[in-house]
């Protein structure tokens, strides 16, 4: 009996310490964290890649290395970042891919990412934002307050859609809207500003994967509205005309909307109307108001300017022919014959669509007033 309880401890024993002689220390190895793709100005077949990666020498200065390479594909960009690199290069753990906007206007992007959705190793949530913009000058941004380069661009990104104010777009996202002909890409847009990276809005990509327009960031907060994500608390801004007033301005927080979008064709083109009961809760006004007394006039005002706005985003995406709303997917499947016959050019058939949007605000509260 004691013999095999031996032997039994000596099995686990083994067990626990299979894999100690493959031990790969954070000094040893680089961990590539931001990837950006820009275009050569000195040959059209080139593109720039450039990767950052955490430093984790206690002697370093700074806590990021940024590589810059020349190349015509991402796979041989990679082998070139191993050439340099005084650690194992270690994939896997990509957080962000930056593409510069000169990129999206001349070349279909999406083949130059086919690499990083062929290995199962590769990190398909990580985000894809474009740059108005250098990359070059992002990826050596001051982060010497801030933390790690990859780290911080997440972060930013992350917490810019948390607020409602840009899209948030992963790797895996990316490839679903290029393969599915029911939606248009859609990308964060950034900026350098003042030292600070900067979150703009939104660009609007073709199915070539290439730049068509941008969404501002309130224009943003209506794409997400339009999409019905919603799952955070949106921020609307208004301006009431009030005589002799300079900042008659009122800003709401939309807390839950209900939704009823109806699918119809006639005339020879699709027909859309999205009803949209919003509940929100008033996070600022700039000027006296009696609410409690007028809130009907209030919401009244508040409801009919935000139909004109969403009217203005409206117009604005069909005359690109695009659908970063994804009514394609109501088309096909509420109409699906007539779906049949334009999905492989569904852009241009919204573009031609009657598309309603009916909102009503509800406040719910007021907040505290003096």
């Known amino acids: ?144 307050d801030k933390g790690i380069l990859g780290v911080v661009i997440h972060d930013i990104i992350q917490t810019s859609f948390d607020q409602g104010i840009t899209v948030c777009t992963r790797l895996l996202d990316f490839f679903h809207q290029m393969i599915d002909k029911r939606i248009t890409p859609n990308l964060t847009e950034l900026k350098m500003e003042d030292g600070e990276i900067t979150v703009y809005g939104t660009a609007l990509l073709n199915k070539e994967a290439k730049y068509s327009s941008s969404l501002n960031i309130l224009e943003s907060t209506l794409l997400l509205i339009l999409r019905k994500e919603t799952a955070n608390q949106l921020p609307l801004s208004f301006s009431i005309p009030q005589d002799h007033q300079k900042n008659a301005e009122i800003n709401l927080a939309v807390n839950h909307i209900n939704y009823d979008i109806q699918s119809d064709y006639r005339d020879h083109r699709f027909q859309f109307t999205m009803n949209m009961a919003l509940n929100a809760d008033i996070s600022e006004r700039l000027f006296p108001y009696e ?65 309603k949007v009916k909102p009503h605000i509800v406040i719910r509260d007021f907040g505290i007033t003096f």
Not at 315 to 335: C, E, N, R, S, T
């Open 1 to 144: 009996m004691m013999k095999t309880g031996k032997l039994l401890l000596i099995f686990v024993l083994l067990c626990t310490t299979i894999g100690c002689d493959d031990i790969i220390y954070l000094e040893d190895v680089e961990i590539p964290l931001v990837l950006g793709l820009d275009v050569d100005p000195n040959d059209p077949d080139q593109l720039i890649y450039y990767s950052s990666a955490p430093v984790f020498s206690k002697d370093a200065q700074k806590k990021y290395t940024v590589r810059k390479i020349t190349a015509h594909s991402l796979e041989v960009a990679k082998n070139k970042i191993g050439g340099m690199s005084t650690g194992f290069l270690v994939g896997g753990k990509l957080q962000v891919i930056l593409i510069s906007k000169k990129l999206l206007q001349h070349k279909n992007v999406f083949p130059y990412l086919d690499v990083l959705y062929r290995s199962p190793k590769n990190e398909t949530k990580a985000l894809v934002a474009m740059v108005d913009g250098s990359i070059e000058e992002i990826m050596n941004a001051d982060m010497k």
């Open 291 to 355: 609410i409690k007394s007028k809130q009907d006039q209030l919401e009244r005002i508040l409801t009919s300017q935000l139909d004109q706005e969403f009217n203005q985003i409206i117009h604005k995406i069909q005359a690109k022919q695009l659908d970063p709303m994804g009514l394609g997917v109501y088309a096909q499947a509420f109409q699906y014959p007539h779906w049949q016959k334009v999905k492989t050019h569904w852009g241009k058939e919204l573009s031609k669509a009657t598309i």
